[in-house]
């Protein structure tokens, strides 16, 4: 399963729509179902506006009724490491206190999982 998953984020960095930093990311986030869902950074003029792949995963996952998710894999064809953004980190905590995270760069490979990343996340508190 990792390799089909380092293969689908590999396959949406090619979709990234990065005029502005022509910093290619794609993400591939594993369901607890199995499903495989990808996103692209896709950037705007308007920086604000600008959607990272984890979020693109993510929304296209929960806008498919998945909310269970196992692990995320994100890559990018640069030695620079693609690290979450807080806001992407906070949108993952949203689903996951445990999800397991793999960050892909040309040659370096880190796993971490999101407690690490976001160890003071806010939380929704059910009653």
Known sequence: MKDKLKQAAMEA????????????????????????FTGCNVENSSYGL???AERTAVFKAVSEGETDFEEIMIYVDSEKL???????????????SDLKIT????????????????????KLEKK
């Not at 960050?103 to 806010?122: A, R």
């Open 103 to 122: 960050i892909i760069s040309k040659n370096e490979e880190i796993h971490t999982d999101i407690g690490k990343l976001l160890p003071l996340s806010f």
């Open 82 to 96: 693609p690290t979450p953004c807080g806001a992407c980190r906070q949108v993952l905590a949203e689903f996951s």
């Open 50 to 52: 600008t959607n990272c």
């Open 13 to 36: 960095a090619k979709k990234a729509y990065v005029p502005y930093s022509n910093y290619k990311v794609g993400a591939a986030l594993l369901t607890k179902s199995g499903k495989i």
